[in-house]
């Protein structure tokens, strides 16, 4: 029978804490700490910490190693091992839990929905928000684990990384935040992967991206070993981790045209921050509004914008961002560097970039309104086509500045087009200045968009007409940049020719006054170089034409008629015969039919010396064009549906649109409403589709017309306005009047009589001045409107009404004639 001393021998072991069991055998053994460190191959540090209570008890792997250090035999090694069990069941150490957020998180209901879904259902264990400096990332996942904390038992973590410079501090960090006393180097990640288990947290790793490789590879073997962890980690790059998931943290919803402005959250966040300083813009939210779409949403710059309230108004602030971001700095003094100004969130990425990454960066900032794969590698190697391999290290760099929120992607279309929101290309626009490279870059910029812009000429006419419109209106704002650039260093033959290369574009995408002033310019430039004779001959024919589309007929035939002489210097039968066409029309609208019909014949002649079948289209649109103004309107319909004809087998959509436009007028005011209708809305939806703006006003005045004849006026009054805004944004005063004229037209049938003869009084003006009488076809109706205007108007209201009107800008026709008393309201002014 056992003594009393040998049970309490046995209770005091079944008592006794891993730790002084762990002492007892290694003395028992006769070994040192630093022994049984080497025996066992683990740290000194451990031993140290596991006898004295310091660390959680050890796997059952560390346990066999310890066992067979000491070699136990089959009761110790059960012993330790239960001792071990009653240590781990001891309170789980504690976790660092997330900050209070300072502010009120606002505009993100729709991401706390779709990241609570994927971190808080598990649809992914490792969920990164990614994002460029400044956009919220660290706010959204403070919200976000607030949010779903409560479905995590053990608890939420919060790992700040931000405070880090080395590395290497991301384990001891990790480790600190789950309330491990890190001692074993080595083994540092294993250890927090014992220490959290099977347990279910959500670890929260903040600001990732200068560490990224060492949050990576923590990342990676948490999740492999701990099957119940999941991770959230804000990172301007993305960690690249097996099973990782990324959420890319869009910029606030900016104020869209349909709504009040104070609905959209990059507003809400403008007004809360102001008016938490004190300056609450309550009459200024439409600047508000002006200032958050200059800062494309992104909450840090709105909130510095925000803080500079104290010393701007709203007004002043917008008007001074127009220039610069300069002035956003100033923010909360607790706040980290990168946060106290927009620069320095920025410089934070840069400063992390590579040699190579940084060169590209700054160059990328020559581009205005995003680039392509293609214009960045011609950028990049000076050449206008770039090779496979100049192609593929360019993606590569930009890969990278995608993948570190520096760069944004886009697909649509199916082409990668890549973009920085302007506060980034803003910094990268200074570190180009900085290098001192910037005018070499801005030059292989505008030769390459000199060399885009010379290809889609050659593709304007034909069946890919509207994809390479649609291009060039892609890259508009790099080719006014380049166009800039060429003015500006006085590159006379690089304006010359990329404006002669825009001129059709600008005329058919309806920038007639931009591609006018190009042109002029550019001619300004060239003195009587020999080897630019060719590019002023169409410079000269594309400054002709637009001015003549602005109704400047003086300045249009003396263009003309100089490109017209260069063309025939030149012997250049096409650019001759196209001059003439352009001639052709400014007699048109001057209402010289006769001229005008002989230009055409003779332009139709020398296409058809050419086999130009598409030129011999356009000769026989433009004389039906004259003839139905003259008012001969079965020789009309004869040509244009010759040209109709023509126009579809040669895949010309702009050809089309006009015959189609000359039909439809040909049958309305033949009295075919019904025929007239169809052709025009066959019209009207393929200059929409092209983009093609002379064609849309012009279909959408001829339908007025029809709606007119039929007596829905309220319909017709809806067309005829949609037209004149289209007409009078071109610049084209003379159909702006036709416009007018028929208006009046609408206004009478509708007992306006006043406002009629207002509108009459404007046209009449408007004809006055650029010199164009009313077209032939037209005089019948606009003589029976001013009859019926004058028999119900006496003598004295038809003079004022009519003097009004011709004393009215075509800018502010529009807003009606208000009378001898009140003015109407405008939404029933007709």
Same mark, same amino acid.
């Given at each position: 029978?056992?003594?009393?001393?040998?049970?309490?021998?046995?209770?005091?072991?079944?008592?006794?804490?891993?730790?002084?069991?762990?002492? =007892?055998?290694?003395?028992?053994?006769?070994?040192?700490?630093?022994?049984?460190?080497?025996?066992?191959?683990?740290?000194?540090?451990?031993?140290?910490?596991?006898?004295?209570?310091?660390?959680?008890?050890?796997?059952?792997?560390?346990?066999?190693? @310890?066992?067979?250090?000491?070699?136990?035999?089959? /009761?110790?090694?059960?012993?330790?091992?239960?001792?071990?069990?009653?240590?781990?069941?001891?309170?789980?150490?504690?976790?660092? /839990?997330?900050?209070?957020?300072?502010?009120?998180?606002?505009?993100?209901?729709?991401?706390?929905?779709?990241?609570?879904?994927?971190?808080?259902?598990?649809?992914?264990?490792?969920?990164? @928000?990614?994002?460029?400096?400044?956009?919220?990332?660290?706010?959204?996942?403070?919200?976000?684990?607030?949010?779903?904390?409560?479905?995590?038992?053990?608890?939420?973590?919060?790992?700040?990384?931000?405070?880090?410079?080395?590395?290497?501090?991301?384990?001891?960090?990790?480790?600190?935040?789950?309330?491990?006393?890190?001692?074993?180097?080595?083994?540092?990640?294993?250890?927090?992967?014992?220490?959290?288990?099977?347990?279910?947290?959500?670890?929260?790793?903040?600001?990732?991206?200068?560490?990224?490789?060492?949050?990576?590879?923590?990342?990676?073997?948490?999740?492999?070993?701990? /099957?119940?962890?999941?991770?959230?980690?804000?990172?301007?790059?993305?960690?690249?981790?097996? %099973?990782?998931?990324?959420?890319?943290?869009?910029?606030?919803?900016?104020?869209?045209?349909?709504?009040?402005?104070?609905?959209?959250?990059?507003?809400?966040?403008?007004?809360?921050?102001?008016?938490?300083?004190?300056?609450?813009?309550?009459?200024?939210?439409?600047?508000?509004?002006?200032?958050?779409?200059?800062?494309?949403?992104?909450?840090?710059?709105?909130?510095?914008?925000?803080?500079?309230?104290?010393?701007?108004?709203?007004?002043?602030?917008?008007?001074?961002?127009?220039?610069?971001?300069?002035?956003?700095?100033?923010?909360?003094?607790?706040?980290?560097?990168?946060?106290?100004?927009?620069?320095?969130?920025?410089?934070?990425?840069?400063?992390?970039?590579?040699?190579?990454?940084?060169?590209?960066?700054?160059?990328?900032?020559?581009?205005?309104? %995003?680039?392509?794969?293609?214009?960045?590698?011609?950028?990049?190697?000076?050449?206008?086509?770039?090779?496979?391999?100049?192609?593929?290290?360019?993606?590569?760099?930009?890969?990278?500045?995608?993948?570190?929120?520096?760069?944004?992607?886009?697909?649509?279309?199916?082409?990668?087009?890549?973009?920085?929101?302007?506060?980034?290309?803003?910094?990268?626009?200074?570190?180009?200045?900085?290098?001192?490279?910037?005018?070499?870059?801005?030059?292989?910029?505008?030769?390459?968009?000199?060399?885009?812009?010379?290809?889609?000429?050659?593709?304007?006419? %034909?069946?890919?007409?509207?994809?390479?419109?649609?291009?060039?209106?892609?890259?508009?704002?790099?080719?006014?940049?380049?166009?800039?650039?060429?003015?500006?260093?006085?590159?006379?033959?690089?304006?010359?020719?990329?404006?002669?290369?825009?001129?059709?574009?600008?005329?058919?995408?309806?920038?007639?006054?931009?591609?006018?002033?190009?042109?002029?310019?550019?001619?300004?430039?060239?003195?009587?170089?020999?080897?630019?004779?060719?590019?002023?001959?169409?410079?000269?024919?594309?400054?002709?034409?637009?001015?003549?589309?602005?109704?400047?007929?003086?300045?249009?035939?003396?263009?003309?008629?100089?490109?017209?002489?260069?063309?025939?210097?030149?012997?250049?039968?096409?650019?001759?015969?196209?001059?003439?066409?352009?001639?052709?029309?400014?007699?048109?609208?001057?209402?010289?039919?006769?001229?005008?019909?002989?230009?055409?014949?003779?332009?139709?002649?020398?296409?058809?010396?050419?086999?130009?079948?598409?030129?011999?289209?356009?000769?026989?649109?433009?004389?039906?064009?004259?003839?139905? @103004?003259?008012?001969?309107?079965?020789?009309?319909?004869?040509?244009?549906?010759?040209?109709?004809?023509?126009?579809?087998?040669?895949?010309?959509?702009?050809?089309?649109?006009?015959?189609?436009?000359?039909?439809?007028?040909?049958?309305?005011?033949?009295?075919?409403?019904?025929?007239?209708?169809?052709?025009?809305?066959?019209?009207?939806?393929?200059?929409?589709?092209?983009?093609?703006?002379?064609?849309?006003?012009?279909?959408?005045?001829?339908?007025?017309?029809?709606?007119?004849?039929?007596?829905?006026?309220?319909?017709?009054?809806?067309?005829?306005?949609?037209?004149?805004?289209?007409?009078?944004?071109?610049?084209?005063?003379?159909?702006?009047?036709?416009?007018?004229?028929?208006?009046?037209?609408?206004?009478?049938?509708?007992?306006?009589?006043?406002?009629?003869?207002?509108?009459? %009084?404007?046209?009449?003006?408007?004809?006055?001045?650029?010199?164009?009488?009313?077209?032939?076809?037209?005089?019948?109706? =606009?003589?029976?409107?001013?009859?019926?205007?004058?028999?119900?108007?006496?003598?004295?209201?038809?003079?004022?009404?009519?003097?009004?009107?011709?004393?009215?800008?075509?800018?502010?026709?529009?807003?009606?004639? /208000?009378?001898?008393?009140?003015?109407?309201?405008?939404?029933?002014?007709?």
């Amino acid at each position: 029978m056992p003594s009393d001393g040998s049970r309490r021998g046995s209770d005091d072991v079944r008592t006794t804490g891993f730790g002084d069991l762990l002492r =007892r055998h290694r003395r028992e053994a006769g070994l040192s700490q630093e022994g049984l460190a080497e025996l066992a191959g683990v740290s000194v540090d451990a031993i140290a910490a596991l006898e004295r209570g310091r660390r959680r008890a050890p796997r059952p792997h560390t346990l066999r190693l @310890l066992g067979d250090a000491l070699q136990l035999g089959a /009761p110790d090694r059960a012993q330790l091992a239960a001792a071990a069990r009653r240590d781990g069941d001891s309170p789980r150490s504690t976790l660092r /839990p997330p900050p209070v957020p300072a502010n009120q998180l606002i505009g993100r209901s729709t991401e706390l929905t779709e990241t609570g879904r994927l971190v808080g259902e598990r649809v992914t264990r490792l969920l990164t @928000l990614s994002g460029p400096g400044g956009v919220g990332k660290t706010q959204l996942a403070l919200a976000l684990a607030g949010g779903i904390g409560h479905k995590f038992e053990d608890g939420v973590c919060w790992v700040p990384l931000a405070p880090i410079a080395d590395p290497a501090a991301v384990a001891p960090t990790v480790a600190t935040a789950t309330g491990l006393h890190p001692l074993d180097g080595a083994r540092l990640v294993d250890e927090i992967a014992e220490l959290v288990g099977r347990r279910k947290i959500l670890l929260v790793l903040d600001n990732c991206e200068h560490v990224v490789a060492d949050a990576a590879q923590v990342c990676g073997v948490l999740l492999e070993s701990c /099957p119940n962890l999941s991770i959230l980690a804000t990172s301007r790059e993305l960690l690249r981790v097996p %099973g990782e998931s990324v959420y890319v943290v869009p910029p606030l919803a900016l104020p869209e045209l349909e709504q009040q402005p104070d609905a959209s959250p990059a507003v809400r966040l403008f007004v809360d921050r102001a008016t938490a300083r004190g300056n609450a813009p309550r009459e200024q939210i439409e600047q508000v509004a002006r200032v958050v779409r200059r800062l494309e949403g992104m909450p840090l710059a709105i909130e510095l914008a925000a803080a500079r309230t104290n010393v701007l108004t709203v007004e002043e602030l917008a008007t001074e961002l127009e220039t610069s971001f300069g002035i956003l700095a100033g923010g909360a003094s607790t706040a980290g560097p990168r946060q106290q100004s927009l620069e320095g969130a920025i410089g934070w990425s840069y400063e992390l970039l590579t040699a190579p990454e940084r060169e590209l960066f700054a160059e990328l900032s020559v581009f205005v309104g %995003g680039w392509t794969l293609n214009a960045a590698a011609a950028v990049l190697t000076g050449t206008t086509t770039p090779g496979p391999r100049e192609r593929a290290e360019t993606l590569d760099l930009i890969s990278r500045l995608v993948d570190k929120s520096l760069i944004r992607v886009s697909r649509d279309g199916g082409i990668g087009r890549y973009d920085m929101l302007a506060v980034i290309r803003e910094y990268a626009a200074d570190r180009l200045a900085a290098s001192g490279r910037a005018e070499e870059v801005a030059r292989n910029h505008a030769t390459f968009y000199l060399s885009l812009a010379e290809e889609a000429e050659t593709n304007l006419r %034909g069946a890919n007409q509207g994809a390479w419109l649609d291009r060039l209106e892609g890259e508009l704002d790099n080719l006014r940049a380049a166009m800039s650039w060429s003015l500006r260093t006085e590159s006379s033959a690089e304006a010359i020719r990329l404006a002669g290369g825009l001129w059709l574009f600008c005329y058919l995408r309806g920038h007639y006054a931009e591609g006018g002033g190009w042109l002029e310019r550019a001619l300004a430039l060239v003195d009587g170089e020999p080897e630019l004779q060719a590019a002023k001959a169409k410079a000269e024919l594309g400054a002709g034409m637009l001015a003549f589309l602005q109704c400047e007929y003086d300045v249009a035939t003396a263009r003309l008629e100089s490109s017209l002489a260069q063309y025939k210097k030149l012997d250049d039968t096409a650019g001759t015969a196209l001059v003439m066409q352009r001639l052709g029309g400014v007699a048109r609208e001057r209402g010289d039919y006769l001229t005008a019909e002989n230009l055409h014949c003779q332009s139709y002649d020398l296409f058809e010396s050419l086999g130009d079948r598409a030129g011999m289209a356009w000769a026989h649109n433009q004389l039906g064009f004259v003839a139905w @103004l003259r008012g001969d309107l079965e020789i009309a319909a004869r040509r244009c549906k010759r040209a109709r004809d023509s126009f579809r087998t040669v895949g010309d959509g702009e050809g089309l649109a006009w015959s189609l436009i000359s039909l439809g007028t040909i049958a309305q005011y033949g009295g075919k409403l019904v025929e007239a209708e169809e052709l025009l809305q066959e019209s009207l939806a393929l200059s929409q589709r092209l983009g093609y703006r002379e064609g849309v006003a012009w279909s959408l005045n001829q339908l007025g017309i029809v709606e007119r004849r039929r007596g829905l006026t309220e319909r017709a009054v809806h067309l005829l306005d949609e037209s004149l805004a289209e007409h009078r944004d071109l610049g084209d005063r003379w159909r702006s009047a036709s416009v007018l004229e028929e208006l009046a037209t609408v206004a009478q049938e509708r007992k306006r009589t006043e406002y009629a003869a207002f509108l009459l %009084g404007a046209a009449d003006g408007i004809r006055e001045v650029i010199g164009a009488p009313i077209p032939e076809i037209e005089k019948a109706d =606009r003589a029976a409107t001013r009859r019926a205007i004058e028999e119900t108007l006496d003598r004295r209201a038809f003079r004022a009404a009519w003097a009004a009107g011709r004393a009215t800008p075509l800018s502010a026709v529009a807003d009606g004639y /208000p009378g001898p008393s009140a003015a109407p309201d405008r939404s029933t002014r007709l």
